[in-house]
T-cell receptor, first 111, second 116 residues
Framework: TQLLEQSPQFLSIQEGENLTVYCNSSSVFSSLQWYRQEPGEGPVLLVTVVTGGEVKKLKRLTFQFGDARKDSSLHITAAQPGDTGLYLCAGAYSGTYKYIFGTGTRLKVLA | GAVVSQHPSRVICKSGTSVKIECRSLDFQATTMFWYRQFPKQSLMLMATSNEGSKATYEQGVEKDKFLINHASLTLSTLTVTSAHPEDSSFYIC????????????FGPGTRLTVL
């Protein structure tokens, strides 16, 4: 059972466009992570957020953790073909280091 | 960053045989490791939590007798898929928690298992 729903599932956009990916749950998480995964490889950590309302920026990527710590968003500004990949959110409950992954968003940025 | 390796990277086996996949933390100690499986076009599904020196904790619906996990040292966890069947074909990924920080899990590159 997937407890973290991501939307959209698929996204194909032109280079230079902006986009937002959402990660939603009915559960409260103590921390939430975002990963990007290339085909045939393990996921690579982009960011960890732990405080409700927290906003973190990583170059053109902006991550936000919801005030209630049940949801998160990833915004990419001026997308580039190199941003293509599978984006995954993952949440951990309080008192555990076990992360549950979201359903994933497959992004394709066209040159 | 910390490095986690998996071996083998790809394996093809016949139905009914057993396959062992190794997950190693190369430059840090990991008392806790996780095993995931990922089907094509899907997300990662947590299979079990591997704890050094104790029994693994399996997620609901994962058969512990089919997916044997051993975490005999602080740098090595193994997953053995017993009596493999074609439906076990998947991408298996491990991750390891750095025991000194516990705030980040480092993923291995994954193992592609194909059961004929």
């Amino acid at each position: 059972t997937q407890l973290l729903e991501q939307s959209p599932q698929f996204l194909s956009i032109q280079e230079g466009e902006n986009l937002t990916v959402y990660c939603n749950s009915s559960s409260v998480f103590s921390s939430l992570q975002w990963y990007r995964q290339e085909p045939g490889e393990g996921p690579v950590l982009l960011v960890t957020v732990v405080t409700g309302g927290e906003v973190k920026k990583l170059k053109r990527l902006t991550f936000q953790f919801g005030d209630a710590r049940k949801d998160s968003s990833l915004h990419i500004t001026a997308a580039q073909p190199g941003d293509t990949g599978l984006y995954l959110c993952a949440g951990a409950y309080s008192g555990t280091y076990k992360y549950i992954f979201g359903t994933g968003t497959r992004l394709k940025v066209l040159a | 960053g910390a490095v986690v390796s998996q071996h083998p990277s790809r394996v093809i086996c016949k139905s009914g045989t057993s396959v062992k996949i190794e997950c190693r933390s190369l430059d840090f100690q990991a008392t806790t490791m996780f095993w995931y499986r990922q089907f094509p076009k899907q997300s990662l599904m947590l299979m079990a939590t591997s704890n050094e020196g104790s029994k693994a904790t399996y997620e609901q619906g994962v058969e512990k007798d089919k997916f044997l996990i051993n975490h005999a040292s602080l740098t090595l966890s193994t997953l053995t898929v017993t009596s493999a069947h074609p439906e076990d074909s998947s991408f298996y990924i491990c991750s390891a928690l750095d025991s000194s920080t516990y705030n980040e899990q480092f993923f291995g590159p994954g193992t592609r298992l194909t059961v004929l």
